[in-house]
């Protein structure tokens, strides 16, 4: 049987923290017959991460990459391109959580680094995957991840969900776009996931931790997989007409 993205070249930012969902990600696609590149600034971390993938007799590969240089996506996809003569899946997974109130000190710093982030980032490496793709010839499948914040209010994440608020326009903007071009471009709203991440905004929400635990239907926080198995599918040609779509993955928190 032909696997799901078999032969495919998928591109995953963020990929060096485990748990987490680029490694989570990158692991589902090469389990699925795709040639994965995962890409973080944690040299080190993203290394591990491919090394433990390939251990399992799948392809992986690693490279430095940091999303808010625009110097960085040029190499980056260049080297792929060069290498593999072929982009055929990008995943803008990076992103980074800063919790602050709107009246804390720190804040406006926090939105802009988050900015860079998680919102230029994601555009660059939506624009690079749509050139890509488009010289390929190939169509392709490009998944940004947003938030079920950029969708409802948290209190205490003003400045992240103004992010992932974005993301999520500007890939209903892109998929108009490229649509008859077969580049599809999709979002996916994880809720609670059990990730180094989300750890750590649990951690510095902590007061509203019980609270935001026991308000998830599923009575569970997810799995990285869980997150892992909706991009599979909005990568493969399974998903071949879904295009400029939302996918919230949330036990149904949202849907309270």
Known sequence: MTRRVEGKVALVTGGAS???????????????????????????GVAESARLICERNLAAEAMVHDVASE???TRVVEDIL????RLDIVVNNAGILDIAAIADDHALA???RQLEVNVVGCFMGTQAGVRAMRACGNGGAIINLSSVAGKVGFRGSASYAATKGAVKLMTKSVALETAAEGIRVNSVHPGIIRTN??????????????????GIPARRLGDPRDIANCVLFLASDEAGYVN????????GYTAQ
């Open 18 to 44: 485990r748990p987490g969902l680029g490694f989570a990600i990158a692991e589902r696609l090469a389990e699925e017959g795709a040639i994965v590149i995962l890409t973080d600034v944690d040299a080190g």
């Open 110 to 112: 926090g939105l802009r």
């Open 197 to 214: 991440m989300q750890q750590q905004g649990l951690e510095d929400n902590s007061a509203n931790y019980d609270a935001i635990v026991a």
């Open 71 to 73: 110097a960085d996506w």
């Open 82 to 85: 060069g290498r593999h003569g």
């Open 244 to 251: 400029g779509a939302e996918f919230v993955v949330d036990g």
